[in-house]
Each structure stands twice: as C-alpha cells, then as structure tokens.
C-alpha cells in the first residue's frame, strides 16, 4: 500500500513539477564503505551545456571546468564524513607503476559494463541469468591487480551531465504552458541532469553498486541544483552517492538482528 | 565532415517527403570556385566564442580517446609521412592540425572541430599516388580553414530554434483563430532538416574547391583530386553491378554532393589553379616507397571484404600504372574467396602469374602450390610450396605444409 501511495505521489509530482529520480542496485553482499578505506575517483566525466531555444545541448567550457571542479570538491567532503581517504584523478598518468594507457583500458571496460548495466538494469532489459542477483558485474582481473598495485579498495566511475535552459528554451516553455489557457498545450523540456555512479571493488574487480540519477521538468524555471554553483554540486553528489543502501543480504541480516 | 558519411535518413523521411524532394531537386547548385576560397582562420587559431569553445573542450576529450585507440597504426614513419603532407597543403594552419591513421579497410576520412583529422587505411589502398592522398587531406584542412564545423552548428542552432519558435507561434495562433495547423508545422519540419543538408553540400563544395586550391600551390597536379572521384564512382558502380543493384544515388539527404558532380566540378576547378607552364609532381614514387610495408595489409583487408566486384575494379585501377606480383596475387584471392563454378582456375592462372614477378609475396607461392597439387601436378606443386616454406620459414601452416612437401 505505502508503495502504491508513493507511485502515486511520484506520478503527480511529475505531472505538476517534475522530478528527480534516482535508482541504485548493489551486490547482495554489499556493504556500504565505512571507516577506514582508500577510494580511488577516476577522473570524474562532467559535461554542463546550454540548452538553445530549438532543444539543443550545446556544451560550455567554462561552465563545465567549473561544474567539474564543484563536483571534485562535494566528492571529497562526502567521503571525509564516511572516514576514507580519497584520491580525485585528474590525469590519467597520476598514478605510480601504473601507465596511462592501463587506466584507459579500465575507463574504456568499465564505459562497456555500465552500458550493460544500464541497459540490462534500467532499460528494462532484465536478463533471467541475472534475476534475483542484484548487480552481478565485475571489471575482472585488470581491476584487482590495480587494488594490488596501488593498494586502493575501491574505484568510483562517475558521469554527470547538466543541461542549463538557455533564456529562449525558458521563454518557449512558458509559452508551451500559458498556451494550456487558450486550448495549445504544449510544455516542453527544459533545465534536466543526468549523472550516474559505479562503484568497484578493488579487492574483487566487482561492481559493488550502481546508481543513475535523472531530474528534469516542464515547468519553466524550476531547477534541480545547478552543478556550475558549489551547493547545486553537493546536492547532486548527495543524491548520487549519498544515500549508499547495502546489498540485500546484509540489509536481510540487519533486519533479522534487529528483531 | 567525413568525406562520405553512411547515415540513415529514412527516419527522417515524413509524409510530405516526397512532395517536397521533388519540389527542390530541380534547383541545381552553382560552382563553388577556388579563388573565392580564403582561409578564415589563421596560424594558431583558438576559439574565442563561448559556443565554440564548448566545442573544442568536447573533441580535445575526443582526440584522447581516439588517440589512445587501438585501432590507430602507429607507425612512425608512416605517420610523420602524413603529418608532413598535412604539413604541406594545411594552409595557415598547416602546423596545428594533428593526422591520425586508423586501421579500418573503408575509403573515408574526417576532421574534427579542433583540427585533428582521421583517415582510414582503405584510403590509402585506393590513392594511386601522393598527390590524390594529398587532394583528400587537402579537403579536409578545407573544412577546418573554412571553419565548416562550428558555422554549420551555429546554422542547425539558428533553424532549429526558428522552427521551435515558429511550431509554437503557429500552435498558438491556430489555437485562438480554432484552425489546426499541425500538418504544416510537420511541412515545415522536413523544410529545416532539408536546408541542413543543403548547407552542409554546399560546405564539401567548399572544402572541394579549398583543397584544389592547396594542393596546386604545394606543387601537386590538381587534377589528381578529380581522378579521385573517377575512381570512386567506379568502383562503387562495379560494386553493385556484380550485386547485381544501382549504384546509389544522389538524393535530397545526401550531407555530400553526389560523387558524379563533384568530379565535374573539380575538374573545372582544377583547370582554373592548374598555372600554364608549371611543373606539378605527383609524388608517386615516394608513395609506393613509403606505403610499402602495408601494402600486403592493405589488400588483405580489402580482400576480406566479400566484395568481388569492387576489390576487382580497385585491382584493376591500381595496376593501370603496372601489374606486379602482389596484385596478381590479390587478384587470385579474389576469385578464390568468391568460390563460384571455375573460379579456383581463374585463381590458379592468377597465382601462376603472381609467382613470374619478383616481388611475389610468399603466399602467392603457397596458393600457387597448392593448386598446381590439385591439378595433379605435384612434382611442380611441391617444388612452390617449398619455396613458400624458404621465404616464411616461421609460418604459423609451416609444419602442415612441410609434411605435404613429404
């Protein structure tokens, strides 16, 4: 019933505001990292654009140099409050005993194994050899021996992408909505994200949890965080990777404990 | 801005389609000449624009990637030979743009906003000398001198920020006078997509008659760029005459003006920078030299591409200046790979020629062995194949072949 109530609720925000949406999947056995451990961020792929009045996304390097460094910063507070160390890359050749080439090769496979991700998990895809498993994907051998190598338990594989309306698409939209009064809806898109996250076990090669992050409206001027402003950054990390649920297994188990 | 861009428009194609093609095919397109052709940007151009600056940051993480593929042939010789015709017929911007070599057998090449370009090695098979390589690559500074990427953006923005205004004026206007005029905004609609394609043909134009232009100053014969197309058009023709189709043909949804009118045009081109008495070098003897360690490559790969009839036109074309053994060869595999009733003869004839030049490839003696074992001629038939085994010793059928030799 709560569940119905809140398809419901969902459903009616999007109708009137838009939304943010965000669906994570982890392994079984995943526990979210806590206390003492070292992350490794691959070079975060960060991208804001200027939405033209015709829909276009129109990428903007200044906004996007900034957007990236806001979200680098909302990372590293994040992670201080979970107790790990973290290590932001912001070339591919930073680390020692390890070539450039061999962190390409990483972000290239696991670009492969988030697209199956997404498409078997998000698109709706679902694949019977995978069902009940939560996420059941790994980045092999290559990944373990970086662990190895550097001695870092995980790596985090983040993409975000903000489209900033343009004032003509703002404009457009609400025409799109004042014409609802004399009988010519039509609403369209305007200021939307989309970011996700992947998190990968260094000591397993896994991927241990996986999380896709969508806001957008029709409604003109409303805004979900604009990532080129330090608090829009943080929110957008909060929502991504601040909200870690564990696997089904341990949250089984924690259920059990507590009863 | 590749040379020849394979993309699906059908979905584009909407009711009205039709109607409107046949409207606007009549209109032919004047001459885009050479001397009008004046490079817009000059040594060390960067962007200033916010838009294109936005672009420049999207291919710079483009060329990292691309640069780091590993489709890439690496070779250095092979390309600092590149770099140095880029070098040579880049205009003023002939020392900022970057080359690189991809190896896919298919007769294309691109440049990106930030002046690096992308050819692919099937280019390369089909170049009968420097100066056609250099016709290509030409063209394609064309489009960067001509700064053809972020003008054409900056053309699909403008339409397409019209046409979202426009749908919603004439929404809400037939709205309140209570009419629906749903059927011409779709009209209207194909109208834009159709004016993007016409300004990107009028851009290859451009870069057609840009690169004329470069390539007669650096000293080439300008007419080479033309026999490109001639080539083109008549392998694609071979192609689909054995496939028993047409050739494609021009139409409304073409990003490139057909190949047809593009070597009319070229041809005029060319005649207008050719200067009388001038002496132009088609550089073909430093093309073979420094293509000659992939040229096996090279044909092996077209080879493989199941298309007999354009791997023999291209074949023929290549051996207008002089057969050798290792077109007589790939001329062989040809027909031995299509396998149809009588092409293992016309295989063997091939590699018993082949095997007459000195610079037959050991495989041509494999192949000429093997079918002169079928024809029962063993004596003769081991006597190839162990000179196959003397020139690849390390061949991975070595052992195979030495125990037929007996």
Not at chain 1, 30 to 46: A, E, S
Not at chain 1, 179 to 194: D, K, M, V
Not at chain 2, 291 to 319: C, F, H, W
Not at chain 2, 368 to 386: D, P, V, Y
Request: with cysteine; proline share 4%.
């Amino acid at each position: 019933m709560r569940k119905l109530g809140l398809t419901l609720a969902l459903t009616a925000s999007v109708a009137l505001s838009g939304c943010v949406q965000s669906r994570q999947y982890a392994d079984v056995q995943f526990t979210p990292p806590q206390g003492d451990y070292r992350l490794l961020v691959m070079r975060p792929d960060v991208t804001v654009n200027s939405l033209t009045t015709g829909g276009m996304s129109e990428p903007r390097a200044e906004w996007t140099e900034q957007a990236r460094g806001n979200i680098v910063q909302a990372l590293r507070s994040e992670q201080a409050g979970r107790g790990g160390k973290v290590l932001v890359m912001a070339r591919r050749n930073e680390l020692p005993n390890v070539s450039a080439e061999e962190i390409a090769d990483l972000e290239r496979l696991h670009y492969a194994v988030g697209n199956s991700i997404a498409l078997h998990k998000y698109s709706g895809a679902a694949l019977p050899s995978k069902r009940g498993k939560g996420l059941d994907y790994t980045l092999g051998e290559g990944a373990v021996s970086l662990g190895r190598r550097t001695g870092y338990d995980y790596a985090l594989f983040l993409y975000a992408q903000d489209n900033i309306a343009s004032t003509g698409r703002t404009a457009l939209q609400v025409l799109g909505v004042a014409g609802c009064f004399i009988g010519f809806c039509a609403p369209s898109g305007g200021s939307n994200q989309f970011a996700y996250a992947s998190l990968v076990d260094l000591r397993t090669g896994e991927v241990v949890w996986f999380n896709v992050l969508q806001t957008g409206s029709q409604l003109p001027g409303v805004k979900f965080g604009d990532i080129r402003t330090p608090q829009g950054a943080a929110q957008m990390v909060d929502r991504l990777v601040g909200r870690m649920k564990p696997g089904r297994d341990v949250r089984q188990a924690q259920a059990k404990e507590k009863r | 801005m590749c040379m020849r861009c394979e993309i699906s428009r059908r979905s584009l194609l909407a009711g009205g389609g039709a109607l409107a093609a046949s409207m606007a095919t009549g209109i032919a397109q004047a001459r885009t000449r050479p001397a009008d052709m004046v490079p817009l940007i000059g040594p060390g151009f960067k962007p200033t624009d916010e838009d294109e600056k936005g672009l420049w940051q999207l291919m710079d993480r483009a060329e990292e990637e691309i640069s780091g593929s590993n489709l890439l042939i690496k070779d250095p010789e092979l390309v600092s030979y590149l770099q140095d015709i880029i070098g040579r017929v880049g205009g003023p911007a002939a020392k900022d743009m970057r080359i690189y070599l991809a190896h896919i057998p298919d007769f294309n090449a691109m440049m990106f906003p930030s002046g690096f370009s992308v050819i692919f090695t099937g280019l390369l098979l089909r170049m009968r000398n420097e100066a056609q390589l250099a016709g290509v690559i030409a063209h394609e500074s064309g489009h960067f001198l001509r700064r053809h990427m972020i003008r054409s953006w900056r053309d699909t923005r403008r339409k397409s920020d019209l046409f979202a205004i426009g749908a919603m004026a004439a929404g809400m206007g037939g709205a309140a006078g209570g009419v629906y005029l749903g059927d011409y905004v779709q009209l209207a609609q194909l109208g834009t997509i159709l004016s993007l394609f016409a300004y990107s043909r009028a851009m290859e134009a451009e870069a057609d008659a840009m690169g004329a232009r470069l390539i007669a100053e650096a000293g080439y014969p300008p007419m080479e760029m033309a026999t490109v197309w001639e080539q083109l058009i008549g392998e694609e023709e071979a192609s689909a005459r054995y496939r028993r189709k047409r050739r494609r043909r021009g139409t409304l949804f073409d990003t490139h003006p057909s190949p047809t009118s593009r070597m009319a045009d070229l041809r005029l081109s060319a005649a207008e920078v050719t200067v009388a008495g001038r002496a132009y070098d088609n550089g073909r003897a430093r093309y073979l030299s420094k293509l000659a360690p992939i040229r096996q490559m090279l044909l092996e790969d077209q080879v493989k591409l199941n298309d007999p009839g354009g791997s023999q036109y291209l074949l023929n074309t290549l051996a207008q200046d002089g057969w050798n053994g290792m077109l007589r060869y790939y001329e062989g595999e040809v027909w031995r790979l299509r396998n149809r009733a009588g092409d293992d003869a016309r295989a063997a004839q091939s590699y018993a020629v082949a095997v007459a030049y000195p610079d037959a490839p050991a495989e041509a003696w494999r192949w000429h062995g093997l079918s002169l074992i079928k024809e029962g001629r063993s004596g003769e038939g081991k006597a190839a194949l162990g000179r196959y085994l003397q020139m690849k010793p390390g061949a991975p059928d070595a052992p195979f072949i030495r125990q037929m030799v007996g």
